[in-house]
């Protein structure tokens, strides 16, 4: 069962579908992974706006289509932020 969904925004990034498979091996059936396109240009604001509509989990979380965020730390934010019970966790 999905506990977060894991919204992305993506202009034309090749390493998009990489970072989909890296998430989805990490995360497995805990997360919802939705690429939100921006073919337009409106920019990384915007397009997550957009993919908020998207979100039918207890948890959201933003990731860059390049893969510059480590998997596993976004899924220790996960566990963290259910352990502590509290609204929101923000990494670095």
Same mark, same amino acid.
């Given at each position: 069962?999905? @506990?977060?969904? @894991?919204? @992305?925004?993506?202009?034309?990034?090749?390493?998009?579908?990489?970072?989909?498979? *890296?998430?989805?091996?990490?995360?497995?059936?805990?997360?919802? @992974?939705?690429?939100?396109? *921006?073919?337009?240009?409106?920019?990384?604001?915007? %397009?997550?706006?957009?993919?908020?509509?998207?979100?039918? %989990?207890?948890?959201?979380?933003?990731?860059?289509?390049?893969?510059?965020?480590?998997?596993?730390?976004?899924?220790?934010?996960?566990?963290?932020?259910?352990?502590? *019970?509290?609204?929101?966790?923000?990494?670095?």
């Amino acid at each position: 069962m999905a @506990i977060v969904t @894991i919204i @992305i925004p993506n202009r034309n990034e090749p390493m998009c579908g990489r970072t989909v498979q *890296d998430l989805r091996t990490v995360f497995g059936d805990l997360a919802v @992974i939705h690429v939100e396109d *921006d073919p337009s240009g409106t920019g990384i604001g915007a %397009t997550l706006r957009r993919g908020l509509p998207h979100v039918s %989990t207890p948890w959201v979380l933003f990731a860059m289509a390049d893969g510059s965020e480590d998997p596993l730390m976004l899924f220790r934010m996960i566990q963290a932020a259910s352990a502590m *019970d509290v609204p929101a966790v923000f990494g670095t």
